[in-house]
């Protein structure tokens, strides 16, 4: 479980984060998960994980590094989902191998 403000693991039954005091809320913890892909399947995964809808949070990284950090409130919108798409498909181009790790909200 990690605080959804900035990130920190959280202890199992915290009801505050100690890094940054945010109140964590029992009914929106989130559990993140971990996939490896190829600049190939890059943009069809992130298509295909923003369409699931219990999604708070993707992030790319390649070797530990943050490329790209795309928030739950900017996949929700369509009229800005196409330029979020294009920059992912714009970072497949020059990524060879990169991780997908995805906060999902667990009730």
Sequence with gaps: MYCRICGVALQENAYFCSACGARVRPQERTVVEEFQ????????????????????????????????????????????????????GALAAIVANCTISVERIQQ
């Design 37 to 88: 892909v190829t600049g190939r399947e890059l943009v069809r995964k992130v298509e295909e994980l923003i369409h699931e809808g219990n999604i708070r949070r993707i992030v790319i990284r390649q070797n530990g590094r943050v490329l790209l950090d795309i928030p739950l409130a900017v996949a929700v919108v369509g009229a800005v989902l196409a330029p979020v798409l294009a920059a992912v």
